[in-house]
């Protein structure tokens, strides 16, 4: 089954810690990209990737980061750094980059 | 810079009555406009995209350069329309959204 999953689908960060958000597909698309989202603000860019071992920063990258060493795959840390940390992540892929996005279901990060 | 303007959050009509979710945008070159859904509990999703000029569940979007709008309508709306709904922008390998509209059609 085709598609993009993210995990963990809750994830709970405490103090002064970095984690890490997992995004993975398996439709080969080439191009990745991560988005913040906050109740009445739609989504934010945090970082996008159009190739393998390179990635930019979208609007929002601070306190963020991410790899891309693999195709399939395209983590992001949150970092220590980000100080408002809580909110829903979405991650997701396209084949050609101005074609339809494929959305994962989401991780909803919070603060203990 | 690139931003796209919904200003409902929230629309509410009966069923079987018009809809029409606003957009507008500030590009200065030829946009590449989108509407995303998503469905209670589902994932987000594309509904359309100006491009392909197409119908989709009914729904279609002109895009109007004079007024840099993006508007989605439907003749009729029905009970599961009802759903959040996102205009995005396509510039620079980047995708901006709006803030999204939810739409609650009512029985």
């Known amino acids: 089954d085709g598609g993009i999953t993210q995990s963990p689908k809750y994830l709970f960060r405490k103090e002064g810690q970095n984690v890490t958000l997992s995004c993975e597909q398996n439709?080969?698309?080439?191009?990745m990209y991560w988005y913040r989202q906050d109740p009445g603000q739609g989504l934010r860019l945090i970082y996008y990737?159009?190739?393998?071992?390179?990635?930019q920063k979208g609007d929002i990258a601070e306190g963020y980061s991410v790899s891309r060493e693999k195709k399939e795959s395209f983590p992001l840390t949150v970092t220590s750094a980000q100080k408002n940390p809580t909110a829903f992540y979405l991650c997701?892929?396209?084949?050609?980059?101005?074609?339809?996005?494929?959305f994962g279901s989401g991780t909803q990060l919070s603060v203990l | 810079a690139q931003r796209v303007t919904q200003p409902e959050k929230l629309l509410s009509v009966f069923k079987g009555a018009p809809v029409e979710l606003k957009c507008n945008y500030s590009?200065?070159?030829?946009?590449?406009l989108f509407w995303y859904v998503q469905y209670s509990r589902q994932r987000l999703q594309l509904l359309l995209r100006?491009?392909s000029r197409e119908s989709i569940k009914g729904f279609t979007a002109d895009l109007n350069k004079g007024e840099t709008s993006f508007h989605l309508k439907k003749p009729f709306a029905q009970e599961e329309d009802s759903a959040m709904y996102y205009c995005?922008?396509?510039?620079?390998?980047?995708?901006?959204f709006g803030s999204g509209t939810k739409l609650n059609v009512k029985p």
């Open positions: 997701a892929s396209t084949q050609a980059t101005n074609e339809k996005l494929f």
């Open positions: 439709l080969n698309h080439d191009a």
């Open positions: 990737s159009q190739i393998v071992n390179d990635f």
């Open positions: 590009y200065s070159g030829s946009p590449e």
């Open positions: 100006h491009i």
């Open positions: 995005a922008l396509y510039n620079f390998n980047k995708f901006y």
